[in-house]
């Protein structure tokens, strides 16, 4: 058995797994075997047990990558036995209880916060439930400055909304106490305040890099985000 980990991407709200297009390509690249699940984005539990059963079927060591609500994702999912650490990527790293709500709840807000959208979407058997979505015309300025202009606007059109009640739901667990972990801040972040991503990871007693980019980060800046990856698999492999 390797003892290299799998690394597997965890996207998060407003993206979907093309949003580490340019991150995978350079991971691959360097030999590595990489997964990029998509993400239902219907609630923090059931997301959660969507990436772990993922990673469940990983035969050897798995590094978890969470990008924004995806830190919280791995938070939970990274609980399961064969997951050797985690790197956080302008991430949510939520505390075993505690909510999203709750930790953005501590801090001013972003300027994401009079840019979102909302929709309702069908349940079947019960009420509609709510999608959230970026303005499509904010999205490049507040979601992806720095990225390609062109690009960012086909971003803006093809976001994968995160129902409304993820927001309000506590985490099942955390797994960064008993993970080794990585935090990447994005200083120019207007869509999740940066003090938010410093307080999860300085909580959490991760290795933290920071970067002058927007939320976005792994387009604006893929060469950052792999570097912070190559010292996690290096310090996780074997």
């Known amino acids: 058995m390797t003892t290299t980990p799998t690394v597997v991407l965890v996207h998060g709200a407003f ?14 690249d360097d030999g590595l075997t990489v997964v990029v699940p998509p993400v239902p984005n219907r609630s923090l539990a059931g997301d959660a047990a969507s990436i772990a059963s993922v990673v469940r079927q990983v035969d050897g ?25 985690l790197v956080y990527l302008a991430g949510y790293a939520l505390e075993k ?7 953005q709840g501590r801090f001013p807000d972003s300027d994401l916060a009079d840019a979102l959208v909302y929709r309702p979407y069908p349940v079947e058997g019960q009420p509609d439930g709510t999608d959230v979505y970026v303005d499509v015309a904010r999205f490049p300025d507040i979601f ?5 202009p062109r690009l960012a ?18 985490a099942a667990d955390a797994a960064w106490r008993s993970k080794p972990s990585w935090g990447l801040v994005a ?5 999740i305040n940066p003090d938010v991503e410093r307080f999860g990871y300085s909580r959490a007693g991760m290795t933290v ?21 190559r010292e996690a698999v290096r310090a996780t492999a074997g």
Do not use: K, W
Request: glycine letters at 10%; aromatic letters at 4%.
């Open 187 to 191: 200083s120019e972040d207007r869509t």
């Open 144 to 148: 992806a400055a720095g990225v390609e």
């Open 61 to 85: 060591p798995v590094l978890l990558v969470g990008h924004s609500y995806g830190g919280a994702v791995i938070t939970v999912a990274g609980a399961e036995e064969n997951v050797v650490g």
């Open 209 to 229: 890099r920071e970067v002058a980019s927007s939320h976005l980060v792994m387009l604006a800046h893929p060469d950052a985000v792999v570097d912070l990856i």
């Open 97 to 103: 209880g505690e909510s999203l709500g709750e930790l």
């Open 153 to 170: 606007e086909v971003l803006a059109v093809s976001q994968r909304a995160l129902a409304g009640a993820a927001f309000g739901e506590p």
């Open 15 to 28: 993206a979907d797994a093309a949003s580490f297009a340019a991150v995978t390509r350079l991971l691959l």
